[in-house]
């Protein structure tokens, strides 16, 4: 999204998943206890992010980013607080909003690696999700969007003002993996920063902020990875 996610003091105005492109420092202290979705099997590493970083940040320090020329990246998923927390939101509206989001995360990699639908030596393996459920609640209900279906023409128009309102409240969490061995190499939390501009209005803004949020997460990922 054209940078209007914002991860503190940066330009994007949602909290972005790609931990991978903030250098985490060390000396970070850990974030307050919270509970989480569940959906990063680790949140013990991650640490509160510096100025121009995710809030919450992990990058491993013996990543060998140069590396890796492929991108290996798993349907995105939206993980919420049991079937009904989200009833006033047209099913179809969320699968949506999860399928716009994983086009524009292709699109965006797409351009400086080569993206492939099996692990192979130099490949990164990229899972994220949108979240509004805790790992206690008694259910959680999963959805995902295959790359087939967020490949389709998305909707236009109008966005509902009850999706409009998640939107702003949801979390964006997710992790890379080395796509052969598993070893993590970085995750991330990240969140729509207080005193955001007002809720999108449309689909096609949407797409707007979705490409930009893209483009400047990964920028830094890319950087490590074709740069000197």
Known sequence: MRRRWQSRGTPVRYVSVLLVLAAACA???????REWSGFLHDYSRLQ????????????????????????????????????????????????????HFER???????????????????????????????????I?????????DAAKNGKTGPLGKELSAFIDVALIEGEIRDGVTG???????????????????????????????ADGTFARLEARAHGP
């Open 27 to 33: 000396c970070n202290p850990k974030p307050a206890v």
């Open 48 to 99: 509160l992010g510096g100025p121009g970083e995710l809030p919450f940040v992990y990058r491993n320090p013996n990543a060998r980013w140069a590396s890796y020329d492929k991108v290996l990246i798993g349907p995105i998923a939206l993980w919420r607080s049991g079937t009904q927390s989200l009833a006033r939101i047209p099913e179809d509206d969320l699968l949506e909003l999860v399928a």
């Open 104 to 138: 524009a995360v292709r699109t965006s990699l797409g351009t400086a690696f080569q993206v492939v639908d099996t692990p192979q030596p130099g490949t990164l393996q990229l899972r994220l999700a949108i979240t509004d459920a805790r790992a206690s609640d008694p």
């Open 140 to 148: 959680v209900d999963v959805r995902t969007v295959r790359p087939t």
């Open 183 to 213: 070893e993590l190499l970085a995750q991330g939390i990240d969140r729509r920063a207080s005193g955001a501009p007002p809720p999108l209005p449309t689909w096609e803004a949407l797409d707007r902020e979705l490409a930009f949020w």
